[in-house]
């Protein structure tokens, strides 16, 4: 591939199926699917973690979070593990970031030559308690769950991640018309990273308006309805509770408000693009950090490994892209570090890495029955999660719990368990081999743990992490030295 620019763009907790190039029949994205029709759009594309810190790890490393041991919200991104930012700064390639970037802080050598208005873990420490996951027999934690409010403030507003938001879009804008000026440059990377549609679930009213409550349709394998959830994950399943069908539908119509919100930053990135004159020696990369549950089993956030957490939206358009096309390929964010490197000219160099040219796969004939994983140990979960995608077929092996599998070609809303019927036993047992032929998932659940009460150790012990968390925001806040630019 002939080297080219890179403008790679990412939200944070967008689900994958909330999109209209997806089907979706509600949510207006008109510039993401404006993207999709002139590009590839891979509609099995998933996570490698469902919640934040981790999974920018993976897609910065290319690399498993039981690779790197960045397993939650407290253990951050912070240039430990080479990423692909720093093989391009080897190989003189401009590599710049602007917005989230959720790593450690903005000191650390994570690969860019500039951080623009970066948003990191806070004071470098992040969500300490979230490492707290029964390592202490002695202590109890207070109770909670679900991420709890998420759905219960949704509504019409300004919020600080709105104002962050807008202030991405106009920088990035400025950068690309600064950058179209230049002539004879070298090829850069842009990385442009957006909150929104992550909670708090506030929107601006000309968005919220858009979806009437009325019109929402319920939500999915709702506890209300009989829905009994997994035991791995009915900790997390009381996100709805209490809630009336109005309130629900009030927040899914907010989450529906964000997500052609910050479709509309994007169409703004994308209009400066071509405005620069850069449109046709650009490539572009769209994804998500993760999904959201979005009601569906009774949850608001990420933490699990069912459809709507861990699939998240993929598309890729630009030179040597198929135009329109729809890869059913199954691919996950450590897929794009050797696609940078391709759209860089350069050799990814690390034959370990797990991942695949999303050019090459883009380009190839699909191959449904290529293998993705995903993984989880961080907040609320009281063991390890580990998810193999393969075929028509979803394995998730939980540590001390039973597992479940889903006919994901004949069963795409995962609302059967299979992995207690004969007929699937080969199945289970097939995807269950290979999954432990990549790790051994009681170890690395118990390596895992050992690493997070280390952690909380160095800060005192559960009580004072509990202690200095208490009234915290359960979500990551602008920092006072940006909000003063907004």
Not at 63 to 88: C, F, Q, S
Not at 365 to 382: I, L, Q
Request: glycine residues 10%; contains cysteine.
């Amino acid at each position: 591939m002939k080297a080219q620019n890179l403008l790679i763009l990412m939200s944070d907790e967008h689900n994958a199926a909330m999109m209209g190039a997806a089907g979706h029949g509600i949510v207006q994205t008109p510039n993401l699917d404006a993207l999709a029709s002139r590009g590839t759009r891979f509609n099995a594309a998933y996570t490698n973690c469902p919640i934040c810190v981790p999974s920018r790890a993976s897609f910065a490393t290319g690399r498993y979070i039981h690779e790197t041991g960045y397993w939650d919200n407290a253990i951050a991104y912070d240039g430990r593990v080479p990423g692909w930012g720093h093989k391009l700064q080897a190989a003189g390639i401009g590599v710049e970031s602007i917005g989230k970037l959720h790593y450690r802080n903005a000191e650390d050598p994570t690969g860019f030559d500039v951080q623009h208005i970066p948003l990191h873990i806070k004071d470098g420490v992040g969500m300490v308690q979230g490492s707290i996951r029964g390592q202490f027999p002695d202590f109890t934690p207070p109770p909670g769950g679900g991420a709890p409010g998420i759905a219960q403030e949704a509504g019409a507003g300004e919020t600080a991640y709105i104002q962050y938001d807008r202030k991405i879009a106009e920088r990035a804008s400025a950068w690309l018309q600064d950058a179209g000026q230049l002539t004879g440059a070298n090829p850069w990377v842009l990385f442009v990273s957006f909150v929104s549609p992550h909670y708090p679930l506030v929107v601006p009213a000309e968005y919220f308006d858009l979806y009437p409550i009325q019109d929402m349709p319920d939500a999915k394998l709702d506890p209300e309805d009989g829905f009994v959830p997994h035991p791995w994950s009915a900790r997390l399943s009381k996100g709805t509770a209490g809630l009336s069908r109005d309130e629900k539908r009030r927040a899914l119509a907010a989450y529906f408000g964000l997500c052609t919100f910050v479709d509309d930053q994007i169409g703004r990135v994308l209009a400066a693009l071509d405005g620069a004159g850069l449109g046709a020696d650009t490539r572009v990369l769209y994804t998500s950090d993760h999904g959201e549950s979005a009601g569906s089993r009774g949850m608001w956030g990420k933490s699990v490994l069912y459809e709507e957490a861990c699939r998240v939206p993929l598309i890729l358009a630009g030179a040597d892209v198929p135009a329109g096309k729809v890869s059913a390929t199954p691919v996950s964010l450590v897929d794009a570090y050797p696609a940078i490197m391709d759209a860089a000219g350069l050799d990814a160099g690390d034959a370990d890495l797990p991942g695949r040219s999303l050019f090459e796969i883009a380009a190839a004939d699909d191959k449904t029955d290529r293998p993705v994983f995903s993984e989880y140990h961080a907040m609320r979960s009281p063991s390890g999660a580990y998810m193999l995608r393969q075929g028509g077929f979803k394995y998730i092996s939980y540590v001390g719990y039973e597992a479940e599998l889903f006919d994901l070609a004949n069963d795409p809303e995962e609302t059967r368990n299979l992995t207690a019927d004969p007929a699937y036993a080969s199945v289970r047992a097939d995807l269950d081999a290979r999954l432990r032929a990549m790790l051994d998932t009681d170890a690395t659940d118990a390596r895992a743990k050992a690493d997070q009460k280390a952690l909380v150790e160095r800060h005192g012990g559960p009580d004072a992490v509990m202690a200095r968390a208490a009234g915290a925001k359960n979500f990551t806040e602008v920092p006072p030295e940006i909000l003063a630019e907004l």
